[in-house]
């Protein structure tokens, strides 16, 4: 008996704004390395999150949702997101089990169509419907494409994603194990604690403000063996926002800081001293300079 070869590849995860790519990923890979809220449109870096298996590693590709721009940073958006359909050896196209294809996933499929690998349909959230529900759902979605697998499964519960997993397996290429094993992530500590904090505002704030919002961590440092002293900015385009975001007497940052802190820590295994500044920077989404300061460097 031969022993199977190792099997390894890239897998990009696209779909709509908030059909749950980064619970997915998050539960996969058993860390929280994107951020999740109910608000579309969190993800706004590709990520990676990295699963290493005895017979295999999956490297997933984490892509912003894609919706139909309105200004620039949409537009980058939607240009990072159907890039991350080119260079890899699998895609995972998510939709919601809660309703049939609609017109953002006919517009995914066609860019599907497209790029010349296989895709994985994933369709999530079956913890909210009636199962024989499913098989029709199924029988729609075979029409509209050529699926590499189609698996229901629900990311938040984990119900089903041991079958997703062994799908995927089965669909990459032999090839070597990329990052060590204990990797889940190739992000930079700052832009994770960018992140968590950025999360944080998403939960607590409504409407046009969160948005609006980047997060930039300006000094990360060692102050003791178990201590770290993070500065960071929270920028807001306008002046309403920024008060907002500060809150009553400071209450509402002080509770962004508080809730960050506690997943910071936990992340970097560490006590944190968190100092958070608001600032304005107007219409920075729709600003090229302005979004290559804050990180987002649109693709050439
Ligand atoms: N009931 C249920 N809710 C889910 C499931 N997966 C994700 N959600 C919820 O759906 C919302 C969006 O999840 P995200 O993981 O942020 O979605 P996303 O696709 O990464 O969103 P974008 O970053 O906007 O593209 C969150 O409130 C999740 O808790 C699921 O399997 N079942």
């Keep these: 008996m031969t022993e199977k070869e190792y099997r390894s590849g890239f897998v990009s995860v696209v779909g709509r704004p908030n059909v749950g790519k980064s619970t997915l990923i998050n539960h996969l890979v058993g ?6 809220s109910d608000k579309p449109q969190t993800t706004r870096h590709r990520i990676l999150g990295v699963l290493t298996l005895p017979e295999a590693q999956i490297v997933f590709v984490d892509t912003p949702g894609i919706h139909k ?17 080119k260079g890899v050896d699998l895609v995972l196209f998510l939709s919601e089990a809660t309703s049939p294809p609609g017109a953002g996933d006919y517009f995914i499929l066609e860019q599907l169509k497209k790029a010349e690998v296989p895709v994985i349909l994933v369709l999530n959230k079956i ?51 990329y990052f060590p ?19 944080k505002v998403l939960h607590l704030t409504h409407e046009e403000v969160p948005h609006g919002v980047a997060v930039v961590v300006e000094e990360m440092a060692s102050r003791r063996k178990d201590l770290v002293y993070l500065r960071a900015t929270i920028y807001v385009e306008r002046e309403s926002h920024k008060k907002i975001i500060i809150g009553a007497g400071g209450q509402m940052l002080r509770q962004i800081g508080q809730k960050a802190r506690e997943e910071i820590e936990a992340f970097l295994g560490k006590k944190v001293y968190l100092d958070l500044w608001v600032k304005v920077k107007e219409k920075w989404r729709r600003d090229d300079v302005a979004l290559r300061q804050l990180g987002y460097k649109p693709e050439e």
């Design 31 to 36: 860390q929280k390395v994107a951020i999740v």
């Design 69 to 85: 721009p309105r200004h620039r940073l949409g537009e980058y958006l939607v240009t990072l997101a159907l890039g991350a359909l």
């Design 127 to 177: 913890d909210l419907i009636s199962k024989p529900r499913l098989l029709p759902l199924i029988d729609l979605w075979r029409q509209e494409h050529d699926f590499a697998a189609i698996v229901p499964v629900s990311a938040l519960t984990g119900e089903n994603l041991e079958r997703l997993v062994q799908e995927i397996v089965e669909h990459l290429p032999p090839g070597p194990q």
């Design 181 to 199: 094993p204990e990797v889940t992530t190739s992000q930079p500590p700052e832009f994770v604690v960018a992140e968590l904090i950025r999360e």
